[in-house]
């Protein structure tokens, strides 16, 4: 595979960009290669700029659910842009976006749009604190909410992939405001409450972690947090910015039946433009400013092009008979091709599933429940995989902790291709 103008675009990247990347997992620092500079895409194929085509499964880490370049989508920004970019004043497609957002979104009575999934979470866990007037916060090992300083303590995605869940950086008074526990562990949840009666705002929780590679939660646990946050009067955040809109209309909320107090969206939300919301109760949400004290503010908030982009998005999912139905048919084909796979070349992987997200992790343990258990993986053995992967045309994460995305655009050709390419990857790491 020739990639000379990739390497040499990732060159000159890195004289002007750190690491020549603008967000730490693109550079592909883990798997040993350099980084596919993307020229264009569309529906399920990404075009690199040598010319090399690829079938796309990590829609550009979740959002490109219903695919790259998405007809729809591309004329609602079109439309949008036509009439302005920015307008700095209310729109009524925010408010129509607001009133999709808290249909499909069980526990959502009032939401409120943002720019990023980070600026979701940093904006509910302030919100959190404001209502309960605590300061801390747990958050799960593994767990990942973006780089808010709060949640950069044993974080997971990028900073695990790269060594390094604890950043510097972030000042020891804002780091001892964030308690750890353990997913999938409720005793290391009840501990930290019964450590610190009255001073626990919120706990905040990927509902299936995603960021330490798939690990679904355990029968009980989500449940559990709710128990234990209602009990000692601290909020619960289901952090949706993967889940929302990905595992069912309402997210994982409605896939597992468990209420959070406030939920934060992201990716899927923006139809691909940069968006993330955060969103609850009507008596939390309207603490916020402007009509109560808890501020929180965005020069681009609820932009018009963003807005249309999500919109279309959010409304294709709401509208398309069994969009959900038929995901869950396609990773299940993809879940027992991987698996026939592995087992008929004898390979210990643990790949775990729930709906269109899953991760096959190269691991002699038995199963991955919890952030040590995923820690067991052989990252050497996923980057030869990957670098595999790569060369029979396939672009998947690059990175053992990440997920493998199915999409509505996905073609029973391009899961045969995928379950073929992960054939013959595994083939080359025996
Ligand atoms: C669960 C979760 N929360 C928050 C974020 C941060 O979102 P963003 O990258 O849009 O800031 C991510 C990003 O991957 C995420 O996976």
């Given at each position: 595979m020739n990639n000379n103008n990739s390497k040499n675009a990732f060159k000159q990247a890195q004289e002007v960009i750190p690491g020549g990347v603008n967000s730490p997992v693109r550079a592909f620092k883990s798997v040993g290669i350099d980084p596919i500079f993307v020229k264009k895409a569309k529906g399920t194929t990404i075009w690199d700029i040598d010319g090399n085509e690829y079938t796309d499964f990590v829609a550009s880490w979740g959002p490109l659910i219903l695919g790259h370049a998405h007809d729809d989508v591309l004329k609602a920004v079109a439309e949008a842009a036509a009439n302005g970019t920015s307008y700095g004043a209310p729109t009524q497609i925010e408010t129509e976006m607001a009133e999709q957002?808290?249909?499909?979104?069980?526990?959502?009575?009032k939401v409120r749009m943002v720019n990023s999934g980070t600026e979701a979470t940093m904006s509910a866990i302030r919100l959190a604190r404001g209502y309960t007037?605590?300061?801390?916060i747990i958050?799960?090992?593994g767990c990942y909410h973006g780089h808010g300083d709060?949640?950069?303590i044993k974080a997971g995605s990028g900073a695990i992939t790269l060594g390094l869940p604890d950043s510097p950086g972030v000042t020891k008074s804002t780091a001892k405001d964030t308690l750890t526990a353990d997913y999938n562990n409720l005793d290391s949840v009840c501990q930290l409450f019964d450590k610190h009666p009255e001073q626990i705002a919120a706990v905040i929780v990927e509902p299936v972690a995603g960021n330490m590679g798939v690990v679904p939660p355990a029968e009980g646990f989500l449940q559990g947090l709710k128990e234990l946050t209602e009990k000692h009067g601290a909020l619960l955040i289901f952090d949706e910015v993967i889940t929302g809109f990905r595992l069912a209309k309402g997210g994982a909320q409605e896939y597992f039946g468990v209420m959070p107090d406030l939920t934060t969206m992201g990716k899927i939300i923006g139809g691909g433009l940069p968006v993330g919301a955060y969103g609850?109760?009507?008596?939390?949400?309207d603490i916020l400013a402007p009509i109560g004290p808890v501020y929180q503010a965005g020069t681009l908030s609820g932009n018009p092009l963003a807005m249309a982009a999500g919109l279309t998005a959010l409304k294709k999912l709401d509208e398309t008979p069994n969009a959900y139905e038929d995901l869950e048919k396609k990773a299940a084909f993809v879940e027992a091709g991987f698996r026939l796979n592995a087992e008929e070349l004898g390979l210990n992987v643990v790949l775990n599933r729930?709906?269109?997200m899953m991760t096959a992790f190269f691991t002699e343990a038995k199963q991955v429940t919890s952030?040590?258990?995923a820690m067991t993986s052989d990252t050497g053995k996923y980057a030869e995989y990957f670098k595999n992967a790569v060369e029979n045309g396939l672009y998947i994460a690059p990175s053992q902790f990440e997920c493998l995305f199915i999409s509505m655009a996905h073609t029973e050709e391009d899961l045969e291709k995928l379950i073929k390419g992960n054939r013959k990857a595994l083939e080359a790491i025996k």
């Open positions: 957002i808290v249909k499909m979104v069980p526990s959502v009575e007037k605590r300061e801390l958050k799960f090992a709060s949640f950069l609850g109760r009507k008596e939390i949400m729930v709906g269109s952030f040590d258990e």
